[in-house]
């Protein structure tokens, strides 16, 4: 299958790149660079030039391969809104160029989209139409490509790490090391759900191989990591103490994170792993982030 991926050169799409190649598929990346190009071919993967903002190089991307797979992001999150609107034109774009077929068409979105009310863990076969969570948009993007016929598959993130990025973890890590304290909100019950990133690659590889429409997938290897345990890891990890923030002072500490440090994001992966045989089995988010002091003492 000739497959273009948009964020080829991205945390998580790098790691599709071969997860593609070994399985005997052709990647199109799309790249805004000639470093990114470049990165492109020493991967094996050919170059599609182009960015989301260039909505007509995306529906020419598409319309070049037999399927699509979605994971370019702006995560600048002072512009968030902006960006998941921008996430959604892009979706948009993407699904001009397949109209008329059955490619398959997998979009990126959040666990947090399957939470059906606030603190319930998240499942697949849930779509909060009405979330206040800005990402929101990707999924409705994809639900108006539906119904007109695009195979639209959604995969939902959870923390998508390995020993360099964890997700919003990478941003909680570096508030700690600047305030000098790693800090959870109350009492710290509230979960997060995470996978490896390995693990993540190979569930993007089966969504687009199996290509049934309207299926939405969560990459989540562990459902419910309490957010105390997250900062007593990184307390621990990396020698700052630990201590809880209470609600009323969350903002002035985490600042733009306290919408997310504050909130459950557990989520289950029953079903993903029961109609795809997904098996995760990399490295938990509590041992790559021990493993980033490892990789400082030995750099």
Request: proline fraction near 3%; aromatic fraction near 6%.
């Amino acid at each position: 299958m000739r497959v273009f991926l948009t964020g080829a050169t991205g945390f998580i799409g790098s790691h599709i790149v071969p997860e593609l190649l070994a399985a005997g598929h052709h990647v199109v990346g799309l790249t805004r660079s000639d470093a990114g190009a470049a990165a492109l071919v020493a991967a094996r993967a050919e170059p599609h030039r182009g960015d989301l903002d260039d909505l007509a190089s995306l529906t020419r991307g598409a319309a070049s391969c037999d399927g699509v797979i979605h994971t370019a992001f702006d995560h600048d999150f002072a512009t968030f809104v902006a960006n998941c609107q921008k996430d959604a034109r892009a979706i948009a774009a993407l699904g001009d160029g397949l109209a008329g077929t059955d490619k398959p068409f997998v979009i990126t979105s959040s666990t947090a989209m399957g939470s059906a009310t606030p603190g319930d863990p998240a499942s697949e076969d849930v779509f909060a139409t009405h979330s206040p969570n800005p990402r929101v948009a990707s999924e409705l993007a994809g639900q108006a490509l539906l119904e007109r016929g695009i195979h639209v598959i959604t995969l939902r993130n959870s923390q998508i790490h390995d020993t360099c990025k964890q997700g919003l973890v990478s941003d909680v890590i570096a508030l700690a090391w600047e305030k000098g304290v790693s800090a959870y909100v109350g009492d710290g019950s509230n979960s997060w759900s995470a996978a490896h990133v390995s693990d993540t690659a190979r569930l993007y590889r089966h969504a687009l191989e199996r290509n049934e429409i309207g299926a939405r997938y969560h990459a989540t290897a562990e459902a419910a990591i309490s957010f105390r345990k997250i900062a007593e890891t990184i307390g621990e990890t990396f020698g700052l103490p630990v201590s809880s923030v209470r609600a009323d002072e969350a903002g002035a500490h985490f600042s733009w994170l306290t919408a997310f440090v504050s909130k459950d994001m557990s989520a289950s992966s029953t079903l993903t792993r029961e109609r795809l045989g997904w098996n995760p089995d990399g490295p938990t988010l509590h041992a790559d982030i021990r493993a980033m002091r490892r990789d400082r003492e030995g750099s």
